[in-house]
């Protein structure tokens, strides 16, 4: 089992920006690919960000590429995302997921392991 924990969420301006932070705990090896989701209210969990196991391989939305960085540390089991440019549309319930692969992957329905969520809110 792997244990998930975002943090850094929060209110901010649009055009600010925010740095989310996800640990891993428990059963944890380097040998998972890891992903970032967004939820907003009334519309379906979209992978954002997403990266493998190698972290060769990186994965952006079209709406966020360019604004939004993911970085994924082995050593310490830990995945980050540094937005930048925030608008209101990324308002959302921000998740963390690994997947029990080396490859990278984008479904929801790949993912095995999921934290609680942390809330980004962008005013404008």
């Known amino acids: 089992q792997v244990q998930l924990r975002e943090s850094g969420g929060g209110l901010v301006q649009a055009g600010g920006s925010l740095r989310l932070s996800c640990a891993a705990s428990g059963s944890t090896s380097v040998h998972y690919s890891m992903g970032w989701f967004r939820q907003a209210p009334g519309r379906e969990r979209e992978c954002v960000a997403a990266?493998?196991?190698?972290?060769?391989?990186?994965y952006y939305a079209d709406s966020v590429k360019a604004r939004f960085t993911l970085y994924k540390d082995n050593t310490r089991n830990t995945v980050s995302l540094q937005m930048t440019s925030l608008t209101p549309e990324d308002t959302a319930v921000y998740y963390c997921?690994?997947?029990?692969?080396?490859?990278?992957?984008?479904?929801?329905?790949?993912?095995?392991?999921w934290g609680q969520g942390t809330q980004v809110t962008v005013s404008s």
């Open positions: 990266v493998s196991e190698n972290r060769i391989w990186r």
């Open positions: 997921a690994a997947a029990a692969r080396s490859s990278l992957t984008t479904s929801i329905h790949d993912y095995d392991w």
